[in-house]
């Protein structure tokens, strides 16, 4: 027999790419797989391929196919495991893979619909996923998860991934959700195991991510005489020409003057331009790796191929595999203790205070403190505003992550990213009026924000799945908070910065307002804007 002949996977985002690539693997081990995807056309051609390797191995297994089912869609994915369930189907394995680049530009330019759009798909859709799979899955059975290595933390560093704000969210809270799940399903028998596999070759890096992020960058940096609105505009027309050949690129150019009334010399120049950064951006990724090269999808799929075995499996359950095959150079951006600053830095500095989740007791305390050293804080927004400081409030208590309902999960992750998301954004607003258009505007403005994230577990014996469940939030805020301060800093080189504060200790301790608040006046000094730490935790001591 082969090795998983009589078993079944399910993978998400099956019908190209990766999640193709996996399902491929699989099957040519003798396993059943079930494919779906938004589109049908790609998802059809794949089950013919598959069925063809069936043949081929005479292994009997089957295909199935669910069209139209987007992983962020409630009721697509539950309708789908409500089918399964009813046909008295088992699933061995679930690989949680689909995904979607979403918007790779600059945060303070990224549409926020778009940006919850890629949260719900990366974030919600692995969540949803893999609770509804549990409708049928027994004992032995695995969730595997597909994630980047540009989310995953070493000690004191967080990654930033510029132009790619809510990807960096998501895939930070999926790490810490693969954990989390990995407690939450032990007395089922079901293991739950992450993969960050680096960077791999595919059409949506070459074609979408690189290309994207070359055209980002000459938007803020300019690019002959075209202001930002009309390199974006000249862009979104003629990018996707590249690897075109000759005469499409020709064609190309040549309707896109003609609609856009500049000359076509001018979008050539500027084509090249973008290929040439974005080559740039492939050369400097595959330089962090040993052997200089990015992984192909088989060799992904044979990854998680390997993840599903069973022995493999007990041994690696809640971990993130590999660890990190990319060596990615950041200065640290995790801070424990925190400098204390002599001078009263919040004197005479209007303070603007949003309380998301009605945690009146840390907004009075703090805002007493903050008017204590000659701040003037306002519960409603005005247009003189030094310091914007976001409240989340604290994760609510609760049994099970994977025991929540679809409402009661979409409330966490407004609560802990979107509005943070969005306080965020309205905060560059305010300091920089007009820069989400005219990155220009970013020049030498000043301004700060401070999120002030969920506590962990307070007490003497905090266990691991308590702990894991709050990680999973403070793991989206993380790199949220590293990527637009970088963005902020290094590439529109404002004066505007963007820290994250999360209160408590690994080891239960009550947190402390007065040190969040000594945190916040540091946090206006000037040392702290040519500084690289973005993430505060000023209860530990170590």
């Given amino acids: 027999m082969l090795k998983f002949q009589n078993k079944t996977v399910l993978v998400t985002g099956s019908g190209t790419g990766i999640g193709q690539a996996i399902t491929k693997k699989f099957v040519e081990n003798g396993a059943n797989a079930i494919i779906l995807g938004r589109r049908k056309e790609p998802l059809e051609e794949t089950a013919k391929m598959l069925e063809g390797i069936i043949e081929e191995k005479q292994s009997n297994a089957t295909i199935k196919i669910f069209d139209g089912v987007d992983v962020s869609d409630e009721k697509a994915v539950t309708g789908m495991f409500d089918a399964l369930k009813s046909e008295n189907v088992n699933l061995d394995v679930v690989v949680n893979n689909a995904g979607v680049s979403g918007p790779v530009t600059c945060f303070a330019h990224a549409p926020l619909d778009d940006f919850r759009s890629t949260v719900d798909i990366h974030l919600t859709g692995t969540f949803w996923t893999s609770v509804q799979a549990l409708k049928v899955m027994k004992e032995g059975a695995k969730i595997i998860t597909i994630s980047t290595f540009f989310a995953e933390e070493r000690p004191l560093e967080q990654r930033p991934y510029r132009f790619r704000s809510p990807y960096t969210a998501s895939q930070g809270a999926k790490n810490r959700l693969v954990e989390a799940m990995s407690w939450e399903l032990l007395e089922k028998g079901v293991m739950s195991i992450g993969t960050n596999p680096g960077p791999v070759h595919s059409d949506r890096i070459y074609k979408t991510v690189y290309p994207k992020a070359a055209s980002e960058f000459l938007r803020v940096s300019g690019f002959e005489d075209l202001s930002p609105s009309e390199v974006e505009a000249a862009n979104n027309e003629i990018v996707g020409l590249l690897g075109e050949d000759d005469e499409t690129i020709k064609a190309g150019i040549k309707a896109a003057a003609e609609k856009l009334g500049k000359p076509e010399t001018t979008l050539t120049n500027l084509l090249n331009k973008v290929k040439s950064i974005a080559e740039k951006i492939q050369k400097n990724t595959s330089t962090m790796i040993p052997d200089q090269q990015f992984l192909s999808q088989e060799q992904v799929a044979t990854t998680v191929l390997t993840l599903a075995d069973d022995a493999q499996a007990k041994i690696l359950n809640g971990k993130i595999i590999p660890g990190d095959r990319v060596f990615y150079p950041v200065k640290s951006h995790i801070r424990s203790s925190v400098p204390k600053s002599e001078k009263n830095n919040l004197d005479g500095k209007h303070v603007y205070i949003v309380n998301a989740d009605g945690d009146d007791q840390r907004v009075t305390s703090i805002t007493s403190m903050i008017e204590e050293k000659g701040g003037q804080v306002a519960l409603e927004h005005t247009e003189n505003i030094d310091l914007f400081i976001h409240i989340t409030g604290n994760v609510p208590n609760f049994s099970k992550l994977t025991e929540l309902s679809r409402d009661e999960w979409d409330k966490l992750v407004n609560q802990f990213i979107n509005t943070p998301a969005t306080v965020t954004q309205s905060a560059i607003d305010t300091f ?111």
Wanted: proline share 7%; glycine share 8%; hydrophobic share 35%.
């Fill in 432 to 542: 920089v009026p007009g820069g989400s258009d005219d990155p220009r505007k970013f020049k030498d403005a000043k301004g700060r924000i401070v999120i002030i994230g969920p506590n962990l577990p307070i007490g003497k014996k905090i266990s691991g799945h308590e702990m894991a469940k709050v990680e999973v939030f403070r793991g989206a805020m993380r790199p949220f908070a590293t990527t637009v301060n970088q963005e902020l800093s290094d590439v529109l080189k404002s004066n505007v910065r963007a820290f994250l504060i999360l209160p408590g200790t690994v080891d239960g301790k009550e947190p402390s307002d007065k040190n969040i608040v000594n945190t916040i006046n540091y946090l206006m000094s000037d040392e702290s804007q040519s500084s690289s730490e973005v993430i505060f935790c000023p209860d530990e001591t170590r």
